[in-house]
């Protein structure tokens, strides 16, 4: 069965940094985008950057310039590295692969920046 496991997440004081990971089995990784999504309290999912097979990303302007979304298609792992963080990012952050035909999640991390 296809699965995605994330770890990364926890709690770190404004201004610091995280760095999240998907590990994922049972697919051909290099078939799909990565993504990560996060997901606040009573707030709607937001798209936070994608990565390509070949390395091509995209970022939602809330991170862009503090994120950076990359991929190891040996170890079949996508990677969030979060900078400058700001009590606003606390959220659930969920990993994603797709292609234009399948749609996989990771479990979700909790991702708290408090002082």
């Known amino acids: 069965q296809v699965q995605l496991v994330e770890s990364g997440g926890g709690l770190v004081q404004p201004g610091g940094s995280l760095r999240l990971s998907c590990a994922a089995s049972a697919i051909d990784f290099r ?3 990565g993504g990560w999504y996060r997901q606040a309290p ?3 999912r937001e798209l ?3 990565v390509t097979n070949d390395g091509r990303t995209t970022y939602a302007d809330s991170v862009k310039g503090r994120f950076t979304i990359s991929r190891d ?3 079949n792992t996508v990677f969030l590295q979060m900078d400058s963080l ?3 990012d606390t959220a659930v952050y969920y990993c994603n692969l797709r292609t234009f035909w399948e749609d996989h999640w990771g479990q979700g991390t909790q991702v708290t920046v408090s002082s």
Do not use: D, R
Request: hydrophobic share 35%.
């Open 48 to 50: 936070l950057a994608t």
């Open 31 to 33: 078939a799909f985008t």
């Open 73 to 75: 298609n040996v170890k």
């Open 42 to 44: 009573g707030k709607q």
């Open 86 to 88: 700001k009590p606003e």
